[in-house]
């Protein structure tokens, strides 16, 4: 387990009463493991693998239980420090540009009823790179329809893009009109 987190668990005293961390130690752990994750490359992970990290850690009783994590979890998102998919997994990139963060449009494709479909990355393309700068994500302003939540090579983004760009039949969202006094 990462160094960092070892020594901050070191100087934790549980509640006497109950044998557990308070919310705020247990919540910073948690952002800590999150933290120690990412370094490690990863871009996702599971609340059963957090589970089981946390289970690791010689201290695990004072964490609390999975519901403990759950609700640790929700606060994490809720502090923007991670992402929670609808298919219950955790994004550990949080300027991942779906459902938040900061987006760049790399290409802009059209689709059959003029709305685009954007193929985004987290990094703005910088102009001496003829290579994307990292992993991209497509997305439809028309129809709403996306890649998903995993970034993947933007080859594959591209082709994927293209391929909804010329089925969709959706129209571009409509303009907000200004507010008249």
């Known amino acids: 387990m990462d160094s960092a987190l070892a020594a901050h668990l070191s100087g934790l005293t549980p509640d006497r009463h109950t044998g557990r961390l308070k ?6 752990v948690l952002v800590l493991l999150l933290a120690a994750f990412r370094d490690l490359g990863r871009d996702r992970t599971t609340p059963d693998e957090l589970h089981a990290a946390i289970a690791s850690i ?3 009783n004072a964490f609390g239980g999975r519901r403990v994590l759950h609700t640790l979890l ?3 998102a809720n502090h923007h420090r991670i992402r929670l ?3 219950g997994h955790i994004l550990l990139r949080t300027d991942a540009p779906s459902d938040g963060g ?3 449009a790399w290409i802009r494709l059209e689709n059959r009823g003029g709305a685009e479909v954007e193929i985004v990355g987290a990094d703005p393309w910088p102009d001496t790179h003829q290579v994307a700068p990292g992993p991209a994500w ?10 998903g939540t995993d970034a993947q090579d933007l080859t594959l983004m591209r082709a994927q893009a293209a ?4 089925d969709c039949l959706a129209l571009p969202a409509p303009v907000a009109s200004p507010a008249t006094d």
């Open 163 to 166: 391929d909804h760009a010329r």
């Open 74 to 76: 929700r606060e994490a």
């Open 102 to 104: 900061p987006e760049h």
């Open 138 to 147: 497509w997305r439809c302003t028309g129809c709403r329809a996306s890649g």
């Open 85 to 87: 998919t609808a298919a």
């Open 23 to 28: 919310g705020d130690d247990a919540y910073e």
């Open 58 to 60: 010689d201290t695990r």
